[in-house]
């Protein structure tokens, strides 16, 4: 009879379903509120409390509990183990629109509160880490081509860069050779909008088939946009490097990514 019961027993533990990376149920969403410029107790008065009044009577509601900084308000509600974080996410979504009449009004520094969850799916089960004796124009090059092959395999959900400058053309005017050649900042923006498009141009017909054509005319690098021609009021061309420094550059960076190589140091006795 104990064989017997050892059998069944791994026979049964071989057959359950595995899941490397299962998904698990979260019991708690969170209501993020910013109010620019407003202390912690201004925070807690005019945005926390308010929405807390109308979080408490949702159902199946076990706990609440709120966190008041410098401009920003985070609330996080607990719900039982039998809701579903859906349908919390719905619940409490009604229930902050009902708090809006009772925050502050026409009021720009106070922002929409946000709502969310924690999603196990969605958390990263991977850090890649791309270094080289490259510049940051060409890791990102690198780093756009393996996020693409990565987002092929139909098991990944999401690719997401960290650290990752998006290129872009800097264009810094002298005021006194704008002023001098008779351009202003609105003649530069229109010209550079008009030159830097794609879009199309609307069909061809061809041996009887239609043929779409499109217009790309987008700026690659900054030595297309110094040969830029601008016309002032007199009808004068007027070369963009001739009034502007134009270089290639990078958006403001928002975020960073660290590599830390072991070292082995070896003394001598």
């Known amino acids: 009879m104990v064989f017997l019961i050892t059998v069944l027993g791994l026979i049964s533990y071989n057959n359950l379903p595995k899941e490397n990376f299962p998904d698990i149920a979260q019991d708690k969403v969170f209501v993020t509120t910013q109010y620019l410029g407003q202390s912690p107790q201004n925070i807690e008065i005019l945005v926390t409390r308010q929405i807390e009044k109308k979080l408490k009577s949702l159902k199946g509601l076990k706990k609440v509990t709120s966190n008041s900084y410098q401009n920003v308000s ?20 009604e229930a902050v629109d009902k ?30 880490n791309i270094s ?6 060409k890791l990102k090059e690198y780093a756009d081509n393996l996020k693409d092959d990565i987002e092929s395999y139909k098991e990944i959900s999401k690719v997401d860069e960290i650290g990752a400058l998006k290129p872009e053309i800097q264009i810094n005017v002298d ?8 351009v202003s900042f609105d003649d530069i923006t229109r010209a550079i909008g008009a030159e830097n498009i794609i879009t199309s141009a609307g069909t ?21 946009v110094k040969a830029m021609v601008i016309r002032n009021p007199k009808g004068q061309a007027i070369y963009l490097r001739d009034i502007a420094e134009v270089k290639d550059s990078f958006h403001e960076q928002e975020s960073y990514a660290r590599l830390k190589i072991p070292r082995i140091m070896i003394l001598r006795a």
Do not use: H, W
């Not at 039998?82 to 996410?89: E, G, S, T, Y």
């Not at 080289?132 to 124009?137: A, M, R, S, V």
């Not at 005021?175 to 008779?182: D, G, I, Y």
């Not at 061809?206 to 987008?218: H, L, N, V």
């Open 132 to 137: 080289g004796n490259y510049d940051l124009k």
């Open 74 to 93: 985070i609330i996080t509600c607990e719900f039982n183990g039998n809701i579903l974080i859906k349908d919390a996410k719905t619940d409490v979504k």
């Open 204 to 224: 061809l017909k061809i041996d009887g088939m239609s043929r779409a054509i499109d217009i790309k005319q987008d700026f690659k690098n900054a030595d297309e």
């Open 175 to 182: 005021l006194n050779k704008m002023t001098a050649a008779q």
């Open 99 to 128: 708090a809006t009449p009772d925050l502050p009004q026409n009021d720009n520094n106070l922002k929409e509160s946000t709502i969310s969850d924690i999603n196990v799916a969605d958390l990263p089960i991977l850090y890649i």
